[in-house]
């Protein structure tokens, strides 16, 4: 099943006696609550999802800035979006899936198969033509039951040890795993054994993701393989999320470190690398 769908074929599929259930997760770092842009204008009968209360939890410092919500809190938002078992879902946002992906990975996680993003977010609907409309879709709750487990994910402790035996992918930007800056949390610098692969090199210049092909090229120069074990973290869980996607179009399995750098910053016996 493809993890992408274009816009055209998304269009299609609304006009059908089967449409899928359609999230729009708008969400950037310097402004979380994109609730007001998803009012002006979405695609027809989306649901918006709240990241910061809905992808994930409040917790302490030491959990990191976006730990996994609670699996009862997260099947209560998921019928909040009117979903039903055997739905299919698209999510999209209007910054290259960069947080689409978290909840396309959570849905997964939660035992969800048919999860899709729309390939180059909003900007792909729109530039092909396609309406949106305005204000908020309240759907009819749905009954949905989840299970977390169907993705694998790591924690603080087996993401120190990875490297040693498997692939850790710090999915930062350059600069930041590096630790020339660290705009946000209490450290600069990455895990220690850990990779760099921006996800930016996931998208070309319009947000599209890069053919299998160029992907598993991509990541096959980091080393990795078909019998890698592969981890992934970033600051807070979010765009890691985004690089597994990637990982799986080229066809390899990876595991999310959902606390991320921001956990692992957060406490001072653990070691930092930098350069």
């Not at 917790?59 to 055997?86: C, K, M, T, Y």
Request: aromatic residues 8%; proline residues 5%.
């Amino acid at each position: 099943m493809s993890i992408l769908v274009s816009a055209e074929q998304l269009a299609s599929e609304l006009d059908s006696s089967n449409p899928p259930r359609i999230l729009d997760v708008r969400w950037r770092l310097d402004r979380p609550d994109g609730h007001d842009e998803y009012l002006a204008g979405h695609i027809p009968g989306a649901v918006y999802v709240d990241l910061d209360h809905e992808l994930a939890r409040h917790g302490e410092p030491g959990d990191g800035r976006h730990p996994l919500p609670a699996e009862a809190d997260f099947q209560a938002s998921v019928r909040s979006w009117g979903i039903n078992a055997g739905d299919r879902v698209v999510v999209y946002d209007n910054l290259k899936s960069l947080s689409a992906a978290r909840a396309w990975w959570l849905l997964r996680y939660a035992g969800l198969s048919d999860v899709r993003l729309l390939d180059g977010s909003l900007r792909a609907w729109t530039d092909a033509g396609f309406e949106l409309e305005a204000g908020e879709v309240r759907p009819e709750p749905g009954t949905v039951e989840i299970s977390y487990g169907g993705l694998s994910t790591i924690d603080m402790d087996e993401a120190a040890g990875l490297s040693e035996r498997g692939i850790l992918i710090d999915a930062r930007a350059g600069e930041r795993y590096r630790g020339e800056t660290e705009p946000i949390d209490p450290r600069a610098g990455h895990i220690p054994g850990a990779i760099n692969a921006p996800t930016t090199g996931n998208v070309d210049e319009s947000g599209r993701f890069l053919g299998a092909d160029a992907l598993r090229e991509r990541f096959e120069t980091l080393g990795i393989s078909a019998d890698s074990t592969v981890g992934v973290y970033c600051g807070s869980g979010v765009t890691a999320a985004h690089e597994i996607v990637a990982l799986e179009i080229a066809g390899f399995d990876a595991a999310l470190y959902p606390g991320s750098w921001s956990q692992w910053s957060n406490h001072p016996d653990r070691a930092v690398e930098t350069g």
